[in-house]
């Protein structure tokens, strides 16, 4: 569980077996306000991927990439608000900010990446904090998906300033989530666990004019 | 003066009302007055006239760079009401509402003082415990308030969600029934009329430009009509106080911030009272031409465009809906901005300055309109007799490095 | 439903409505039929309906003067049932529905009968602008009276009584150039954008987009201005880059081209929005509007001229004349006479002719007016009479007779004999006023330009103005403008345009208008009938002399001390007017009286529409816990802190009675101690801080030592602002030599890690430290109470011995087969084990401890437990027993303060200022009341003396206060002035139902005070 | 409402993803203690207020999180530049006045620049000097 290899920060591999029941941030709005199934007139479809790894990077961006790189087989994202991705897009790496990236990979590998990383990274200056179970990715797709969005974050995502591979922290009606575009077709919202409830709500009201299915 | 009342009214229609006489005069500047009020908003001119009335300084020139009463006089959300939390603030305002009550007939002008009672809010338990802290100090100094529960709440003011289904239901207010709204251009013209009457000199489109300072003491400001001399000279800028004290050398602890206003469109009467709610904020009211008044808040950034952040007025008409969902389908008429100085604890600056013979009566924040007689009364003593007047001297600029705040902040949210 | 209509005003052919398309409507309970296509008001001009209003002030009957934005009389009250009434909707911008229900705002008990116009004809005289301020003074006391009677007269429509059923909303859009206004400069303007491929947004705010050419008599290309407009639209609509709105306002411009439009989705379809596939639609949406540049095509709003009784119904614009004939096929009465400074408005007498009704003059105030509009006049035998103007109109429910009489522009005087033509309609026209309004939003003053008689916009950069709204009112070269400030804009955003070819407009020969506001009477203004210049306000020229007479010479202080333009319209017509009268009593221009200042906005827009989805379950964000869906099934009531949602206590239901909250409390209170308790602490900010720095910088920002921390220790830290107040408070954690996990106060958890953010990124760079938020990463669940370490250990392999995992330890292991990180800490100064898992197992966690804690009697304790037993403790809640004027020295926590920290910590140096030297401060204590019964009120101020006359000096106050189970009483925290060296001392608080209470100042520690319980 | 241009995030967002946080450039005195009661009063609360030209600190609080600076006109809330923490403007009402835009300014296109707003603003900053 704990990681000797560090001393300097302690590392914590909070996942457990598989027989352990979890519940998703959405676990209980499902229950709440129900999950709508995707219909012929759907033109928004949701769908949660819940339990991913989620790590906070911080630190310098070179020392980072190296380490990334040689772990990963990708690097950072080059530009400011940008995402880098492994070839089959199952693990992503996006800029937050000069200092800080968000890596998501396939549920369960988070702990033994924290700790690949860290020991390639050896004395540098970093930080790396597992955040797995404090957030969860909804994705959307259809072909009202992007006003959906309108309606809720000021961000502009129009295709010419919101490409492909474009991320951002974006106000997202009453409060901030990450907004990320794989796909030219699909739009992935990273959503803090407290607020998941609310902005599963918000989707569901903006997006009744659009028979927004969801996905389960 | 001419004086005002209903039957010379009526005399005036008679005659087709050509007879009126005008109500202040348009003088050219005299080289020199006793005191300089630099200033001509509400307070200015509310100084002007007590130092001609209470003092029988008569030789007194109000410097106004537009039109009497163009700042945050006519821009205001026009709430009077004096249950602050710290006993300095409170007795400050207290002062104000006892000449407010009076007010109408000691100007011969009818500012339409209107005693309808002002609600403050509560929606959590901390809310609760905030204003039961402010209304209990409230009572023991001799002003009038109390609390309610939601249902007494539901009773005054029908129309209001006090369900609890509300995102953050109403837990009770807090309720101070001589408190209500005026007519702000009134107060400032009725100001200008009294003072003017006494034989104060109120000069419009005069804008100062500097200070005449000389070993530290001031004899006088420069204008754009010329050079103006006086030993006293207050300053009542609001929003413009710092640039008047950078030109006379010296910082406040002062920022100047958009607070923006709106109104609706006029509508049958159907609020009573004033509703204030920090939480969700927003505040409101209803005036006797129809129009519901709300205030919304303060914008971060310092400014002086008169203007502010569309979001504020968003969130403040989401605060109104959350309060009176039948409010919906009511139309926002008009929005607009003021500019107000903030001081760090939310209360005024009455004070001497490091310049011998000028004064400063700044910093009101969102508190200027209601504190305007009290505000102008206090600061025309100080600046009669030189000296803090008692209700003023806890708010000298010295109280920022002494450490002794009056800090309104703390326990009464924004002070509105 | 309508009994047999006939439209007496109704052309038989013509307009753009759809006559196979009838719809009823109801207008003051009368029937009514109009047409597709119609708004509100044209029906009613079809029908012959004349008054549609009482006015304001007077309650005289009003009549429709516009067609547009600009209409000050004919607002109704909108709506067949509670819910759906809207107050105070422009007639003339009402789509025209099915079943429409429409009422006059004001007139009792009718508009055609009105009691308040007797008020208005008798009393008009004694309420000039101003006589409020100058009467109901006499007694003081009656004012409140006085006011209950005025304010019966207040207000135009009334606020629906109902919760609206329709919902808003927002969509945010951005563009590179956003264009407002599809009449022929604006649709030029977007046709050159949208071929250079620039992100275009088209707004328009009428029921159809094309402006002006709509109602145009000018041909383009020899076909009707409309078909041109037509085929632009077709070609936009078309394009990929091009966005267009149409029935969407332009209502406000703020910083830095951000314009919000508001779109009316459904109101031309119905009072409430339809449903579509079983969802409501939203009735109208706010389209927040980030924009590259800017380009105005707002066109301009006709002035009316300002003479005798020109409010009477009948009287109208001469360009509303126009639009209601060619747009609406409706020709708003039979006899016409015109009177105009210009031109442009002859075209009002041909429409009227070719309608097939009688025009029975042309007024015009020029001597000797010249161009191709008067000779077509002339050719259709219109008389001409010249050097005039119509000075009276006469008539009460609608116009007679006009008096027309030659004047002198100069003197201002009335020279000839008066004429009275008989006619039931005058159109007047005295110019156009370029719509300036957004432009004048931004700040930008707008200036006056004589040529053509008006304020043109000051245009702040990025904003670009287009035809008729910059006074180019020529059609042509209106709508080369258009072109040319759209490859002007282009050009600010590096975009080049792409040329576009404009149709051919015939030239003609117009000659200039000459500047008419006020028209003379034989009698002086303030004797004169009245003649209005704000028709909403009930603002008369007499009014504006009076003003001014009395020293209003601003014209600011005009406009307030008259109310001119302070109504629904903010003066569309009547500002410039109301200017000019301002200037010729002053003896001044037009220029030096001022300027006109417009705010958002341009038209009135409902909140609901402003707040958008924001409201009712969205008003604010609900934050919960990984564990709230047991609450609530556990039948938790929630307590608001911040945005979280928090069980405030558990009630029980027994016997089918629900437990007080007294009851509630004291039963948990209990089982925490005497039995075992669990609280859900998720909510706790928690900060993960690593680095070398990090034990550094925490020395920093708390008040308190932080070197020696050891791994697996937990230390308690206070923060302070660096004014030496307390701003928060929180256990932090040594998990490793350069990482620390640090917890802050609930409502304080994003403040804090932007306060450390801010220290490190502006003072302390160099410090090599980061924080990350793991909040919402772990949930937290506290058991506390004597048996909590026999409930632990059942689900855990870590090892619990009292000698080995010690008070103010933190351990790693399992909990439930869920690895968990266990804190020793303690809020209850019970036995206490904070467990921490990753939050998507907690619920396992948490049912799994329930498991087993039922025999030793786990209770699910909330929010007020959790505050009565800390306070028990003497622990201290942040925002509760502090309020921003506390130091850690008032709270007596010197304990907590380190005086010798090398580096001078936040907060430290204020700390020695002389007023937070001073020993009488106020400083926490416990208060014991007197009688063990009585629970003070928190809030209850605290007095030395209580027989002191108000005003009582106060020396404090309670800030906690609550039942004890476990003492069986009332027990309270304070501030009290010098209450650290009072011990002992009684205290008085007097409360509001007259009642002293007597408490005795005792330590704030109540339970325990030599602290064994925590370490059992 | 403004649209500001992160230096960090080098794009333009909406104000709602910013926090002012007041006047920029205040540094903590070095030695706290031997400040005097009026020097730690002048660093805590007083401030300049200009009517024109200022510099102050934002956070893009939804956004990277970075404090940053800003030289606003107070008046046309035209932004004239966005700089990182540690640097310092170039422009500043000193260089408004006297002509001295100093090269290589970073300004943020697609605010509300006013016509003539450095003319403007030098006749501010003149009238207050006066």
Known sequence: MSNPVVAKARTFDTRTEANIPVESPLAYSYQRSGAPAPSAKSRVVLRERAMLGHLILRGGAIVLDEAVRAVLGFGLPARPNTLSHSEDGARSIQWLSPDEWLLIVPGGEEFELEGELRNALGDAHYAIVNVSGGQTLIELSGEKARELLMKSTPSDVHPEAFPVGKGVTAVFAKTNLILRRPTETRWELVLRRSFSDYCYRWLLDAGAEYAIGVER | MQRYSGFGLAKHALSHHENWERQWRNPTPKKQYDVIIVGGGGHG???????????????????????LGGGNTARNTTIVRSNYLWDEAAALYEHAMKLWEGLSQDLNYNVMFSQRGVMNLGHTLQDMRDIQRRVNANRLNGIDGEVLTPEQIQEIVPIMDCSKNARYPILGASWQPRAGVARHDAVAWGFARAADALGVDLLQNTEVTGFKIRDGRVYGVHTNRGDIEAKTVGCVAAGNSGVLAKMAGFRLPLESHPLQALVSEPLKPVLDTVVMSNHVHGYISQTDKGDLVIGAGIDGYNGYGQRGSYPTIEHTLQAIVEMFPIFSRVRMNRQWGGIVDTCPDACPILSATPVKGLFFNCGWGTGGFKATPGSGHVFAWTLAKNQAHPLAAPFSIDRFHTGALVDEHGAAGVAH | MSKSVTQPNRLKEGGRIDRSRKLGFTFNGQHYQGHAGDTLASALLANGVDIVNRSFKYSRPRGIVAAGAEEPNALVQLGSNEAAQVPNVRATQQALFDGLVARSTNGWPNVQRDVMSLVGKLGGRFMPPGFYYKTFM??????????????????????????????????????????????PAGLAAALTAARSGARVILADEQEEMGGSLLDSRELLDQQPAAKWAERVLEELAGLDNVMLLPRTTANGYHDHHFVTLHERRTEHLGETAPLVDGHRGVRSRMHRVRAGQVLLATGAHERPLVYANNDVPGNLLAGAVSTYIRRYGVVPGNKLVLSTSNDHAYRAALDWVEAGREVVAIVDARANPQGDWIDAAKAKGIRIITGSAVIEAKGEKRVSAARVAKIDLDAFKVTGQAETLACDTIASSGGYSPVIHLASHTGARPTWNEEILGFVPSLVKGVHAAGSARGIHDLAAGMADGVAMAAQALEALGQSARAVELPQVDARREGPACALYQVPHEKPTLRAPKQFVDLQNDVTAGGIELATREGFESIEHVKRYTAMGFGTDQGKLGNINGMAIAARCLGKTIPEVGTTVFRP?????????????????????????????????????????????????????????????????????????????????????????QGPDAREFLGRVYTNKWEKLAVGKCRYGLMCKDDGMVTDDGVTSCLADNHFLMTTTTGGAAAVLEWLELWHQTEWPELNVTFTSVTDHWATMTITGPEARNLLAEITDIDLDRDTFKFMDWREGKVAGVPARVFRISFTGELTYEINVQANYAMHVWKTLFEHGEKYGLTPYGTETMHVLRAEKGFIIVGQDTDGSVTPEDLGMQWCVGYDKPYSWIGKRALTRSDTRRT????????????????????????????????????????????????????????????????????????????????????????DPKGERQNV | MFHIYCPYCEEHREEEEFRPKGQAHIVRPKDPEACSDEEWGDYLFFRDNPRGIHHEMWVHAVGCRKFFNVTRNTVTYEILETYKMGERPRITAESLASGEIQGNVQVAGGGQQTVGASNAAVEAVKGEQA
Not at chain 3, 646 to 674: I, L, S
Not at chain 3, 945 to 965: E, F, N, R
């Open chain 2, 45 to 67: 001119l509310a100084t002007a006239y007590y130092l001609a009335k209470e003092h029988g300084i008569k030789n007194v020139a109000v410097v106004e760079k537009g039109w």
């Open chain 3, 138 to 183: 006499a007694p003081a006391s009656m004012w409140m009276t006085y006011e209950k009677y005025i304010r019966k007269g207040a207000g135009l429509g009334r606020s629906p009584m109902e919760a609206d059923p329709d919902s808003y909303d927002h969509l945010n859009q951005h563009c590179d150039l956003l264009v407002i206004g599809a009449g």
């Open chain 3, 601 to 689: 906005n341009y038209t009135p827009v409902t909140f609901g529409a402003i707040a958008g989805r924001h409201c009712r379950d969205l008003f604010d964000p609900e934050r919960y816990t990984a564990l709230h869906q047991w609450h609530v099934e556990n039948g938790a009531e929630f307590e608001d802190v911040g945005q979280w949602k928090r069980p405030w206590y558990f009630p029980k239901v027994v016997n089918g009675k629900k437990e007080t909250m007294f009851d509630a409390v004291a039963r948990e209170c209990r089982a925490v101690r005497e039995k075992v308790g669990i609280l859900d602490a998720s909510t706790l900010g928690k900060i993960d801080i």
């Open chain 3, 920 to 1007: 009488d401060r106020k400083q926490l204590v416990g208060l014991k009341p007197k009688d063990p019964k009585v629970v003070l009120e928190e809030g209850a101020q605290i007095v030395f003396d209580p027989k002191h006359a108000i005003p009582m000096p106060m020396a404090g106050h309670v800030t906690s206060s609550y039942y004890s189970p476990t003492l069986d009483s009332g027990f309270a925290l304070a501030v009290v002035k010098g209450g650290q060296q009072k011990m002992g001392e009684t205290v008085y608080l007097p409360m509001a139902d007259g009642q002293v209470h007597e408490a005795e100042i005792v330590s704030p520690i109540f339970v």
